[in-house]
């Protein structure tokens, strides 16, 4: 791999900003300062450093956002904010995009990369990671909706109605219930929820597969995370784990909600 390629897909320069670096020797590979952008490396034996710090290698970023409401899932747009504008201006490296989409006015865990392999795998129809949402409601979760929801409801589209597929669901308080989704359609869960005769007020995602929302991660904030952490969206859980959690760590602000 180039040098300058090298700093171009690690860091959030330019591949001119980068050779500009290079040139002006504050950049060495394995002690010794390389001053040619076209020069040679192999990322993920040499040590490169950049004015004497270390630039790792990775070969995909993985970034774990707590995405507020009021922000699009987009990698890019004229006249709203995106997820991506979330990120310092260092983290805004090429090929970063969400990983699915979550709703303007909904909050909670968004994974945001360049892998595009792993998105792919989380999304596939046949290997839907599942999601859980946290739904604070209007009026008490009823047996009767998550019958409902358990056995595929239809959900109006335009002139016809499209069916869901079959959605576990349970109660931590007797207004806040969780939601598992193995699809991804518009404004699903109020959409649902709506149908049942209910009212979401508040929804919040708290995990992909197993995958989860740091609790004291403040929305808007995000973190790096490895290769092995994100691949965990793919790992099945049973709803009574997420549920387990989420009594554990969101008591303080949530559980107080729905009681």
């Known amino acids: 791999m180039r040098l300058d390629r090298f700093f171009s897909g690690q860091t959030a320069l330019a591949r001119k900003e980068a050779a500009a670096l ?8 394995n002690g010794t300062v390389i001053r040619r952008p076209d020069a040679a490396v192999d990322p993920e034996n040499d040590r490169i450093t950049l004015r004497g710090e270390p630039v790792l290698y990775q070969k995909h970023r993985y970034i774990l956002l707590h995405k ?21 201006p260092e983290d805004r490296l090429p090929g970063l995009s969400p990983a ?6 909904t909050s909670g865990l968004l994974l945001i990369t360049d892998d595009g392999q792993l998105t792919h795998r989380m999304l596939a129809p046949k290997t839907h990671a599942p999601k859980f949402y946290l739904a604070a409601l209007r009026d008490p979760f009823t ?13 109006r589209e335009g002139d016809t109605e499209e069916p869901c597929l079959p959605a576990e669901s349970a109660a931590i308080a007797e207004r806040l219930a969780v939601i598992e989704l193995h699809e991804g359609k518009y404004h699903q869960v109020r959409r649902m929820f709506a149908a ?16 989860q929302l740091p609790p004291d991660l403040p929305a808007g904030a995000y973190l790096h995370i490895f290769h092995k952490d994100a691949e965990s969206v793919l790992r099945k859980t049973h709803i009574s ?19």
Request: aromatic share 8%.
């Open 22 to 29: 290079i040139k002006s020797g504050a950049v060495s590979v």
């Open 68 to 88: 507020p409401a009021g922000v699009i899932t987009a990698s890019r747009d004229r006249s709203q904010k995106t997820v991506l504008d979330l990120l310092k």
């Open 100 to 105: 699915g989409r979550l709703d303007k006015d």
């Open 143 to 155: 047996e009767e909706t998550a019958a409902r929801f358990r056995a595929g409801m239809m959900l």
């Open 196 to 211: 049942a005769g209910n009212f979401v007020e508040n929804l919040l995602r708290v995990q992909i597969g197993m995958l």
């Open 241 to 259: 784990d997420v549920c387990a959690f989420i009594s554990q760590n969101y008591s303080s602000y949530w559980i107080n909600r729905g009681k």
